[in-house]
C-alpha cells in the first residue's frame, strides 16, 4: 500500500507515495530541508487522522515546534488534535542540570522527557522509548532526528554497525512507517543505514553556477520505480517542493 509523502511532487516520481509500514533514511548536509520533509511527512498523515510521532535526539521540541509554525501545515492545531507528538530523547540540554526529565511538560504539547544528564541515548534505549509510544498512541508515522545522534553514543565502535542494523532492523516490526533522518554530506560514504533501510534519499544544498541550489536525489527506494538524477527542490509556505530535473 503507498501512502503519501506530503512533499509536493515527490510522490509522482515514486509510483504514487511511500510503501507504507517501512523505514526509509533521508541524509543529507545542514540546511537541506530534512526536519521540513520530516515534518511534512508527519503533518500528511496527521491531517487524515494518524498519529505521528517527532523525536529529537539533538534539537529540543519546542524549538521544532515554533520553526515549522511557519509554514502552513497546522502545526498547532494537529498537536492540540493529539495526532502530532513530539518527544525529547536526547540528553539534557544544560550542564548540571538535576531533575531526571520523565513528565510531559505541559498541557498543550505532548513532548515527553526521558533520558537522565549527561546519558546519551543508545539504540537500545531510543527503540524501547519510541516502542512505547508506538503502542501507546497507536502511531502510523515516526520521524527520528537525528539517527547520526544514536551512532555517537554507540560505547563500542566495533559493534556500531551491528548496533546500527539491529536498531533498524526492530524498527521495522513496530507497524508505523519510517523516516530516519541523518547528517551524512557525502552519498558515497555507505553505512549500515544506508544498506538496512528501504529507502535512500539524499537532500543536496550546494554552489550552482553562481547560485546554492537545493535538490533531491533519490537513491533507492525498493519496490519502487524511480530515477537517480537530482531533481531541484525549493521552499514554499507549505514546505519543500520537488520541481524539475537539475539540468
Known sequence: MRIPSGIEGLDEIIQGGLVANRVYLLTGPPGGGKTTFGMQFLAQGATFGEVGLY??????????????SNYAMNVATLIKMKKLLFADLGPSMEYGYID?????????????????????????????????????????????????????STKDHSLEEKEMGRFIRNLKDLGCTTILLSEMTDPNAYSTEQFAAHGVLFLHNFLYGKKMTRALQIIKMRGTKHHCDMMEVEFTDKGLAVRSVLV
Open 100 to 152: 531526571e526529565l520523565h513528565e510531559v511538560i505541559n498541557s498543550d504539547y505532548e513532548v515527553g522527557y526521558s533520558s537522565v544528564e549527561g546519558e546519551a541515548p543508545s539504540p537500545a534505549m531510543v527503540f524501547k522509548e519510541i516502542a512505547a509510544y508506538v503502542s501507546e498512541y497507536n502511531v502510523k508515522r515516526l520521524v527520528i532526528d537525528s539517527v547520526t545522534a544514536i551512532r555517537f
Open 55 to 68: 523525536v529529537t535526539l539533538l534539537e529540543s521540541p519546542q524549538n521544532v515546534i515554533d520553526d515549522m
